[in-house]
């Protein structure tokens, strides 16, 4: 069966702090993404990896990071935590395309408040 | 800017009732999916079509690619419980990279005994 897992399920973090939020993939695939989900905005593309080391900016990159030092793990920094980074975080994973969409895998998400 | 809009937003039907779900975009995509997402979980993919007017059946879920891929539609019948969750349109804008998907705003539905 395939799994997407994320470190925690909720976090509470302030103002300021340094946030961690890490994906782990079981499934050998090659892409790694990382969004946000809000209230009447849908999924919003964070970053996306499409092999080790390699990254590229989602539509909303500002105020986050990524690291992706191993095929199975995608790591997403918040340098210094927001109020307005208050969210659901999803990470998913896909199979190299070579034209074909194919189908994201999602983990069941990171809940994470910044006070 | 959003590119993919749906709607209604929010539905709350009573089971047995039919619905449609619009997803609409001034874009262009080459292919498209349609996601569920239960509470507490990631979203799930129910279907991807392709081919502009395809039509793609799933036991009482029947979804429609719009004749020019601007568009998609997602018809329930016969609604029931099970079929309560967020329901999420993802497009592929063929900018080179297909694997990236854009999101719509998503629509609540809600059925109820």
């Known amino acids: 069966d395939v799994k997407v897992t994320q470190s925690s399920r909720y976090l509470v973090k302030r103002t300021g702090e340094k946030v961690f939020l890490e994906c782990v993939q079981d499934?050998?695939?090659?892409?790694m993404f990382w969004y946000r989900q809000d209230p009447g905005l849908g999924l919003r593309l964070i970053y996306f990896?499409?092999?080790?080391?390699?990254?590229e900016k989602g539509d909303i990159p500002e105020g986050y990071s990524v690291s992706r030092e191993k095929k199975e793990r995608f790591s997403l920094i918040l340098e210094s935590a927001s109020t307005n980074q208050t969210s659901m975080y999803l990470c998913?994973?896909?199979?190299?395309?070579?034209?074909?969409?194919?189908?994201?895998?999602f983990g069941p998400g990171t809940r994470l408040t910044v006070t | 800017t959003q590119l993919l809009e749906q709607s209604p937003q929010f539905l709350s039907i009573q089971e047995g009732e039919n619905l449609t779900v619009y997803c609409n975009s001034s874009?262009?995509?080459?292919?498209l999916q349609w996601y569920r997402q239960e509470p507490g979980e990631g979203p799930v993919l129910l279907v991807t079509?392709?081919?502009?007017?395809e039509v793609k059946k799933l036991k009482r879920l029947t979804f429609q690619f719009g004749d020019a891929r601007k568009d998609s539609s997602l018809h329930i019948t016969a609604a029931q419980p099970g079929d309560t969750g967020l329901y999420l349109c993802?497009?592929?804008?063929?900018?080179?990279?297909?694997?990236?998907?854009?999101f719509g705003t998503g629509t609540r539905l809600q059925v109820t005994l």
């Open positions: 079509v392709v081919t502009g007017g």
């Open positions: 998913a994973s896909s199979l190299l395309s070579s034209g074909a969409l194919y189908e994201q895998y």
């Open positions: 990896s499409y092999d080790v080391k390699m990254k």
């Open positions: 993802a497009g592929d804008l063929d900018t080179g990279t297909a694997s990236k998907l854009t």
């Open positions: 874009s262009v995509f080459s292919s």
């Open positions: 499934m050998d695939h090659e892409n």
